[in-house]
C-alpha cells in the first residue's frame, strides 16, 4: 500500500520558482504513475502533472504548460513539481496522488493521496 508524503510549498512572490516533492513509501513504485493536483481557496480540485514512474515520461495541464514540469528519482521514490514564473492564480493547497498504472489527468483513477502543501504566491 502505498503512502505519500508532500513538501516544499511555502510564500512566492509572483515570478518566482518553487520546487514541490512527494515522497512515496512502499516496497516498489515502478508499476505506478504520480500526479499533481491542485484546489484554489473556494475552488475544485484540478489536474496540474503525471508521470508514468517506470519510463519518467509526463504530461502537464495546459494551464500551466510551460511554466511547470514533473520528474521523479526512482533512487528515492520521491516525484517533483519544478513550478517556474509562480502567478497568483497558482496559488492553491497541493497534493500529491498515485495509482497503479499509467499516467493520467482523470482525478478519479487515483486512490493514493497525500494531505497536501501550500503555496501562495503574491503580486
Known amino acids: 500500500q502505498v503512502q505519500l508524503s508532500e513538501s516544499g510549498g511555502g510564500w512566492v512572490p509572483a515570478g518566482g520558482s518553487l520546487r514541490l516533492a512527494c515522497v512515496a513509501s512502499g516496497r516498489s513504485f515502478n508499476d505506478h504513475s504520480m500526479a499533481w493536483f491542485r484546489q484554489p481557496p473556494g475552488k475544485e480540485r484540478e489536474f496540474v502533472a503525471s508521470?508514468?514512474?517506470?519510463?519518467?515520461?509526463?504530461l502537464v495541464a495546459d494551464s500551466v504548460q510551460g511554466r511547470f514540469s514533473m520528474s521523479r528519482d526512482t533512487t528515492k521514490n520521491t516525484g517533483y513539481l519544478e513550478m517556474n514564473d509562480l502567478r497568483p492564480e497558482d496559488t492553491a493547497l497541493y497534493f500529491c496522488?498515485?495509482?497503479?498504472?499509467?499516467?493520467?489527468?482523470?482525478?478519479?483513477?487515483?486512490?493514493?493521496w497525500g494531505q497536501g502543501t501550500q503555496v501562495t504566491v503574491s503580486a
Open positions: 496522488a498515485a495509482r497503479h498504472g499509467a499516467r493520467t489527468a482523470l482525478i478519479e483513477l487515483y486512490n493514493f
Open positions: 508521470i508514468t514512474w517506470s519510463v519518467g515520461y509526463s
